[in-house]
């Protein structure tokens, strides 16, 4: 008997122009980091966001070292950020030489705690010459970065409002969540400044690649500036500051075109694939599907399931590895940076939400591609765990 097809946790969906335009690519020679792909693409990016600036990066994580450089985020600096988070959101952070200081999620939305974020600056910050000052390390506050993890839009006004009145920078990690709304707006497009990802496993992908989205055309500039090896002189290779060479290449976004033609669909398509798991497991003792906050319209990037172990009969740990066997590939939660290796020194605001949902929470299969059948072989795999 052959086992079961493998189904994986959130694969690139090709279904679109991709190997045209990569052919297209290859024709014309234009395969490198410029062509007219790599503007198209930046185009498409703004336009389905509804940014006036976008610039396109080689990776996620570029763009958010790009953003936080842009922002002004300096070294000796503190940023606020998620602590249940991918480690690139705080790496990119480190990069900038600043610290990240941790918020803790919200139980309610799995997102940063905006009453925390209010609660420090309030609190634990004094009004300094630049910003808001840390009280015990004397350290400013630069900015804020509110991830919006797995599709679920952040509870962005308290935070806004606490931005504004410390005059922050609020830079947003949109990675997870390109289509994603808060109260009808884009997100990426609430803060100053907006990283996305465009890596394998996410919504839309280039094979690997970011961009930096903004409202403010100096910011953009400045980021392009950057990403470009800073050259001053269209001719001369002179450099008028420490630049990176953080572009994305005609090829990947020739990938990126083909797959934002497609944005509804691939959207539509993780969002029936949300309710579908939702209806599965609704009335399920111990299954909790991931909240949705009414103000949100999210994308359901990875819908992501909480387990009780008391109360289901089974642990994440279980469940994931009995769907291992069966040849279905789930994912726990990121380690909270607070708790991790690289980022552990770091302040941490709370943590408790956060620890709970890594201790529980997993995520289940998400291609835009999952067919109904391997859903309900996921679901099945699931409901078996019970004891
Ligand atoms: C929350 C978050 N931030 C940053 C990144 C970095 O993006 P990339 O992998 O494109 O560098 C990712 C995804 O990988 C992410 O999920």
Known sequence: MPSDPFIPLSEPWLAGNE??????????????????????????????VGAAHAVATASGTAALHTALMVAGVGPGD??????LTFIASANAIAYTGAEPVLVDADPATWQMDPAR?????????????????????GRRVAAVMPVHILGHPVDMDPILAAARAHRLVV????????????????????????A???NGNKLVTCGGGGMVVTGDGALAARARHLTTQAKSDPVESEHDALGYNYRLTNIQAAVGCAQMERLDTM??????????????FAGVAGLAFMPAADWAEPVFWLSTVRIDREIFGADRRAVLARLAEKGIQARPLWQPLHRGAVHGGARCLGGAVAEALQDQALSLPSSGSLT?????????????CRA
Not at 78 to 83: E, G, I, M, Q
Not at 123 to 134: F, I, K, L, Q, T
Not at 171 to 193: C, F, H, N, P, Q
Not at 372 to 384: I, P, S, T
């Open 19 to 48: 190997a045209a335009y990569l052919a297209d690519c290859v024709a014309t020679n234009w395969v490198s980091s410029a062509g007219p792909y790599v503007d198209r693409f930046e185009g498409m990016v703004a336009g389905a």
């Open 196 to 198: 996305f990802s465009f």
């Open 171 to 194: 830079v947003e990690d949109a990675t997870e969540s390109l289509g994603a709304r808060y109260k009808g707006r884009a997100a990426g497009t609430l803060g100053d400044l907006a």
């Open 372 to 384: 109904d059948a391997d859903q309900a072989r996921v679901v099945a795999a699931v409901l078996a």
């Open 117 to 137: 974020v209010a609660a420090y600056l309030a609190e634990d910050c004094a009004p300094g010459p630049d910003g808001p000052v840390e009280k015990a390390s």
């Open 267 to 280: 959207v539509a398509a993780r969002r029936r694939i949300a309710a579908a798991y939702r209806d599965a």
């Open 78 to 83: 503190l940023v606020l950020t998620s602590t």
